[in-house]
Every structure is written in structure tokens, then in C-alpha cells.
């Protein structure tokens, strides 16, 4: 055994005995990072090691970037263009984490002069319409192997607040209105970033759910909801996932920031849900030191680009000699850090810098998920796929001679090659609007050599008109640019509804193809046979495009939000700052249209393909505390292609008339007939009462229906169940 691995089993027994530690200046201690044994005995005998200098280094971390000359430098050794560093302990064997955004792919700070270029995935909420864990896992997998090759080893990613706000300006980051859908999406997203032995974060914890008055809006939704809308999610994810960090909010929820909560942070996440890792703050989202650290926050991020700095060492330092935090809080709080450092690979298996990244695999895993997240909203007489052969195409707006757009904001990647479109407004924070260079124009004439397309970029609408008049086709590009700390209207704007209506008056085989952030309202819906909703797509956004539009690739993609029709369908129509009622409570996106019977413009899991999908021979039996459905699906078109089986419940005195009980995405060729078998949790059939936590069943008949939509319903059968109680750490066997 090494006399580090010594002086290690030494101190553990000293401290086990109630002994003072060892003292800190054995040789050969940095071996004690080796030391054998689970993650949380190796982050425990670590502690035991450390100075307080050396706990309280744990507990800071710096903004990765210079920030405005003059304010703020980053550390030296933190990686250029970063959102976070926190310094390593060397003579111990702990390395610096290195911390990136890497929701969508390795982000670059806006303030950095220089953009490190990375590859895109689509949107997060594009990959939630994939519906499919498969490819949030690849997705992960790959952000997390450019991050390691750029030495990163702490991702900033697995974004899960629900869409309560559909004009929320981070919507495209997050992955939905449903928290078993957002759950499963993001529980995979960030499973798929740790696969390369690095610590994935959930965030923003909790009811981040809107960009308006972030830093001091209060969420007010009564804990049941809560526990059954926004906190499923997290727990979800948390549960398939196991990120090692959780990163709390901006806002405040019932009354207090997010990051001195102990509700959410002690009851909910470690009480109820024993959560092991720990919990760092969003950048600046601290205003306290004793009331955050006893609340349960473990580390403040992002020391420079704001000016908090509440875990400064002194100011730890102070609280502990004032009484304010005891010793053991310290411990506790640096112990988690390591817990997740040790059980994720950073300490085992450290990153260093400078790898190749093959670029071209990368972006086939990013062109794969935007082709699987493209929902075919509309297709009134099988307008599309564009027929092959010859034949007079327009493609009209949205820069689609140049590339696909991006959402904004700290989840920016850059990407190899230029921007395609620089110069829109806004050009620094929360810009730049960027745009990859990936034409769906370019990609339409590569697969119909044959047709004549031409392009209008949209400015004049009356040549837009005459170019659409004088085509079979016209298509129009339509976008709406979306960023953190912002919420935008629920439109398209500048003036593109009337540039598609006069489009569709000049030619009626008019297709429009979206790129938002998240639903937006269509005034126009009517007079347009063919709507297709392609989300940002990503760093090959315009080959996925094209390959839909052509038929290449069956579109497979479900609509993870509901679209709703017109702003006062929503439960708060105006955007709110300050407390923040939610009057919806747990009945979140299509569960509250459907208890108010309002239409959607489309809803919740809608999509189309070009080819058919049948279910039959529905059977639901028991499984456990929950249920399992079986369903026949059939193609019965001509086209090989995707199907999202969607299974709904409905339970009694339920906040809404539906809830998502479980879904399957299954390939099959024409002809095919698959077995699905789809798994129903059963906290999706309970109910959380603030007065008896947990997940009550109250006895009475279930209805299980299996689905096309939350709108399209087929086949359903009635269960009884008897009553049941789960308690509030009921947890899935897995
Ligand atoms: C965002 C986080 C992000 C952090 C670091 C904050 O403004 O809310 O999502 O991870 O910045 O860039």
C-alpha cells in the first residue's frame, strides 16, 4: 500500500475516532485521490485531509471569460471562453473543474473575443420532439466527447424547466410541457454527456420558467402541482440521468431565491428524492452565505461576471466564526462536490486539453436528431414530398440561401465555419444571432438536380408574390429568433405573416417551414396546405430540411408543446414579472387546454408522416405499483417511417382530463406490425396532496387510451385500481 493510500486510511480512523485529523503535510498525499472505495468513502476520507482553505476552494467558482476590460479577469488556468472554472487542489490530486455551457453542443461565452467552434445539436426542444431517449443519449454523448477533447469536465447542460410560458425565450433549450417527456429527454440527454466520464448538471432548479424578471420573479404553485408538473420532471430526469450537479435557479419559488430554498433543496432533493451530488448555483443566483449554505447550495458559481461573491472565503470564513454555518456544513458541502467528482470519472480519469474532434461524425449525430425532431404540422392533399423531376420551385425568406438559425444566449455554439448571416441585431448579449452554414436552398438543389429553384430572400413581398405566382411551388421560410433573458412574442414578426399570406394568394401550393424557439401563433394556418415545424436544426439544420421535404427522411417528429391558437387560450396571457400565480397549477400545456376545451391551433404529440400508423388489440395489466399497455401498430402506408405511440390515463378528480402515461417511438417498414409495449408509471397515475405527500391512488376506474395525439385519440380500456399510497421517495425499480 502507498504512504499516501496510508496517511488516507490513517485519517479515516482518526476522524473516526473523534482524533483531529492528520495534518495536511504528508508527502505523498496527492495518491489519496486513488484511495479504493464507493465515491462517497473516497469524498469523505478526502475531507478529512483537507485544510479549510482547501474545503472553502471547492465551494467558489470563477466566470471561465474576461469580463469588459478592466472588471473582471478569468483565472489563468480556466479554459478561454468558458462559463466557469473552479481551481483544482493539487497536492491532493483534485483537478480544477472546468466547467462549459453544453445544452446544445459546447457553447462559447458571448464576451469572448475569439469562438472556440463546435458542433450544434438541434434545439433541446427539437430532440423532445424526437421523442425518442436514443437519440438524446447520442446527442449527450457527443456534446460531452468534444467537451472532454476541449478539456472540459463539468457540462453546463440537462435543461428540464417545463413550458408553463410558451413565449419563455429558452424554451428551445428545454424539452417541453410534460414532465414525463421532458424527464426521459433530458434524463437521456445527460446520461448520454457523463458517458465520457464527466459531471453533466440539471438545471435551472426550480420553475425557471420564464426569462421576464428572472432574478426576481417569485413562483407561486401550490407544492401538490408542483411535485406533479415541474419537480416530476427534475425527478425524472435525476432518476435516469444522475447528473452529478443540480443547478439551482435565478428566481424565487414560494417566497425564496431557489438557492437558499430548503424546501426545494433539502426536503425535496436530498430528503425526498436522496439526491447524492451537489448543488451549484446559476451564475449570480446567490444573496446569501449562512442562509444558502444551511439551505443546502454547495457551490456559488460564476464569481466575476456577476459581482456576488457570497462564498468568498472570508465571508465563509466570518459565518463559521460567527456560528452562522457549524464545521460539519463545510465538510458536507465539499464532500458532495467531491462525492460527484469521484463517482463521475473527473478525478479517476482527468481531461486534459487539445483533442481532435472529427467533425463530420458529429455532425451526422446532430443532422440525425433534426431530422427525427421535424414535425410535419400540416400536409392537406399530400402536398409533400416535393415530387422529384423537373418542375418550377421557390424558396422564399429566412436567409435559407444562407443557413439555419440558432437560439441565443449562454447555450450559443459557434460552428465551424462562419456565420453564415453576422450583423442582425442584437450583435452582443443576449446576441449574436447566428446562423449555420447549412442552406436549405443548397441542400434542395443538390437532391432535385432536375427542378429550377429559385430564391427570393422575402424583403419585398409583392416579388416574393410574383416569384411564387410563376413557380409550381413556393416555400417560405419563416423564424423567429429566440435567447436567454429575453421571452419574445408568440410570432413569427417582422412582417412575415404578411410576406406568407401574400406568398399563399399568389401561389395555393405554398409550404411554410418554421425555425423558432418554441410554438408561435399562424394567422395564416388556413391558406396553407403544408406547415413544417424544423425548430433551430442545428449545425446540418438545412441538409435535415431538405432531406424532409423531398421525402429523403419521413418526418418523425412530435409536437412536444401544444401551438396554441390565440394568446388568451393561455392560462396567463400577459407576460407577468414579480409573483407569479400560476393558475394552471399541475395542469401544464395541453393538460390545462383540454381541462378548459380550448382547440389548439396543433396539439400536444401531434405530427404527421408521409406514410400511415393504425394501433390495435390495445391490453393494459398491472406491473408492479403501475401499468403496462400493449399495443399492435401497423404501417399501413407505402413508406417506411417512425411512429411516436403516445399512451394517455385518465384517473379520478385528476387536474386535467389526460395526462401522458407513457410513449414509444417505433420504426417500421410498410406493412410492418409491431408490439409495442409501453410502461405507465405509476406517479403518473396518483395524485400529490400537500396534506398527505406523496403519490395517492384513490380507488376507482383508470382510463388507458392509446394515441396519435393528446387530441387524436384511438383505442381505450378501463382499469380498476385499488386505493394505494406511495411514499414521497418512491423511486422506480431499475
Ligand atoms: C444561465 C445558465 C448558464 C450560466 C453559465 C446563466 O446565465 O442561466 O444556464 O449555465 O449562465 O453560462
Given at each position: 500500500m502507498s504512504a499516501g493510500k496510508v496517511a488516507l486510511r490513517a485519517a479515516a480512523v482518526a476522524l473516526a475516532c473523534g482524533a483531529p485529523p492528520l495534518a495536511a503535510q504528508e508527502p505523498a498525499e496527492v495518491q489519496a485521490a486513488d484511495a479504493p472505495g464507493s465515491a462517497d468513502e473516497r469524498a469523505a476520507s478526502m475531507v478529512v485531509l483537507m485544510t479549510l482553505e482547501e474545503k472553502l476552494t471547492l465551494l467558489k467558482g470563477y466566470f471561465g471569460t474576461d469580463f469588459t476590460p478592466g472588471r473582471f479577469e478569468a483565472p489563468e488556468d480556466a479554459r478561454y471562453g468558458s462559463a466557469g472554472y473552479v481551481p483544482g487542489i493539487p497536492r491532493l490530486g483534485i483537478p480544477p473543474q472546468w466547467q462549459a455551457d453544453a445544452g446544445i453542443g459546447v457553447a462559447t461565452q458571448g464576451g469572448a473575443a475569439e469562438k472556440r467552434a463546435r458542433t450544434a445539436l438541434p434545439s433541446g426542444l427539437a430532440v423532445a420532439a424526437s421523442w425518442s431517449p436514443e437519440i438524446a443519449y447520442a446527442g449527450g454523448a457527443m456534446i460531452g466527447a468534444e467537451a472532454r477533447a476541449d478539456g472540459f469536465n463539468v457540462l453546463l447542460a440537462g435543461s428540464v424547466n417545463l413550458m408553463r410560458e410558451p413565449r419563455n425565450g429558452r424554451n428551445f433549450e428545454y424539452a417541453g410541457e410534460d414532465p414525463l417527456l421532458a424527464g426521459i429527454i433530458a434524463g437521456a440527454a445527460i446520461a448520454g454527456v457523463q458517458s465520457n466520464g464527466i459531471v453533466s448538471t440539471i438545471k435551472h432548479f426550480a420553475v425557471n420558467d420564464q426569462e421576464t424578471d428572472r432574478n426576481n420573479g417569485n413562483a407561486l404553485v401550490d407544492e401538490g402541482a408542483l411535485r406533479m408538473s415541474d419537480l416530476l420532471a427534475f425527478e425524472i430526469a435525476i432518476e435516469r440521468g444522475d447528473p452529478g450537479a443540480v443547478m439551482c435557479a435565478y428566481n424565487r419559488v414560494g417566497g425564496l431565491y431557489s438557492c437558499e430554498n430548503p424546501f426545494l433543496?433539502?426536503?425535496?432533493?436530498?430528503?425526498?428524492?436522496?439526491?447524492?451530488g451537489y448543488v451549484m448555483s446559476d451564475w449570480g443566483a446567490v444573496h446569501s452565505t449562512a442562509a444558502s449554505a444551511n439551505a443546502g447550495l454547495d457551490q456559488e458559481s460564476g464569481f466575476g461576471l456577476q459581482r456576488a461573491d457570497w462564498f468568498e472565503a472570508v465571508k465563509l470564513e466570518a459565518a463559521l466564526a460567527a456560528g452562522e454555518i457549524a464545521e460539519e456544513r463545510i465538510d458536507l458541502m465539499a464532500a458532495r462536490v467531491l462525492r460527484s467528482m469521484f463517482a463521475h470519472g473527473l478525478i479517476d480519469n482527468p481531461v486534459t486539453e487539445g483533442r481532435s474532434i472529427d467533425f463530420g461524425a458529429n455532425r451526422a449525430v446532430s443532422q440525425r436528431a433534426a431530422e427525427a425532431g421535424i414535425v410535419l404540422l400540416k400536409n392537406d392533399g399530400d402536398l409533400l414530398p416535393l415530387a422529384g423531376g423537373g418542375g418550377r420551385i421557390a424558396v422564399i425568406g429566412g436567409h435559407a440561401d444562407k443557413g439555419v438559425l440558432s437560439g441565443g444566449g449562454s447555450s450559443q455554439v459557434y460552428p465551424d465555419g462562419t456565420n453564415a448571416v453576422p450583423g442582425i441585431e442584437p450583435t452582443t448579449w443576449p446576441g449574436p444571432v447566428v446562423y449555420y452554414p447549412s442552406a436549405p436552398l443548397d441542400e434542395l438543389r443538390q437532391l432535385l438536380p432536375e427542378a429550377m429553384i429559385e430564391f427570393a430572400d422575402g424583403s419585398d413581398p409583392a416579388a416574393a408574390a410574383r416569384l411564387a405566382a410563376a413557380s409550381d411551388i413556393a416555400i417560405v421560410f419563416g423564424t423567429q429568433w429566440a435567447s436567454e433573458s429575453i421571452d419574445v412574442p408568440l410570432a413569427l414578426g417582422e412582417g412575415q405573416d404578411a410576406l406568407i399570406e401574400a406568398v399563399a394568394a399568389a401561389n395555393r401550393n405554398t409550404v411554410v417551414v418554421l425555425q423558432t424557439g418554441g410554438p408561435v401563433l399562424m394567422p395564416w394556418s388556413g391558406s396553407i396546405p403544408a406547415i413544417v415545424e424544423a425548430w433551430y436544426p442545428g449545425r446540418a439544420g438545412g441538409a435535415a430540411i431538405a432531406r424532409a421535404l423531398t421525402g429523403e427522411v419521413n418526418p418523425s417528429g412530435h409536437l412536444p408543446a401544444t401551438f396554441p391558437a390565440s394568446l388568451d387560450q393561455l392560462p396567463h396571457p400577459e407576460l407577468r414579472r414579480g409573483d407569479l400565480e400560476y393558475p394552471e397549477g399541475a395542469a401544464v400545456g395541453y393538460k390545462w387546454f383540454d381541462a378548459r376545451g380550448h382547440a389548439p391551433l396543433f396539439p400536444f404529440g401531434h405530427g404527421l408522416s408521409y406514410t400511415e400508423f393504425t394501433f390495435d388489440h390495445l391490453a393494459v395489466a398491472r406491473e408492479g405499483d403501475g401499468l403496462v399497455a400493449l399495443v399492435d401498430v401497423h404501417n399501413t402506408g407505402k413508406r417506411a417511417g417512425a411512429d411516436v405511440v403516445q399512451v394517455y390515463v385518465s384517473g379520478p378528480g385528476w387536474e386535467a382530463p389526460r395526462r401522458l402515461g407513457g410513449f414509444a417511438r417505433v420504426q417500421l417498414e410498410p406493412g410492418e406490425t409491431e408490439r409495442v409495449e409501453i410502461h405507465i408509471d405509476p406517479r403518473l397515475l396518483g395524485t400529490w396532496y400537500a396534506g398527505r405527500p406523496g403519490w395517492t391512488h384513490a380507488a376507482g376506474a383508470y382510463t388507458v387510451t392509446v394515441a396519435h395525439s393528446s387530441r387524436e385519440l384511438g383505442e381505450s380500456l378501463l382499469v380498476e385500481l385499488p386505493p394505494m399510497h406511495l411514499p414521497p421517495d418512491w423511486k422506480p425499480a431499475r
Open positions: 433543496l433539502e426536503k425535496v432533493l436530498r430528503e425526498d428524492w436522496d439526491y447524492p
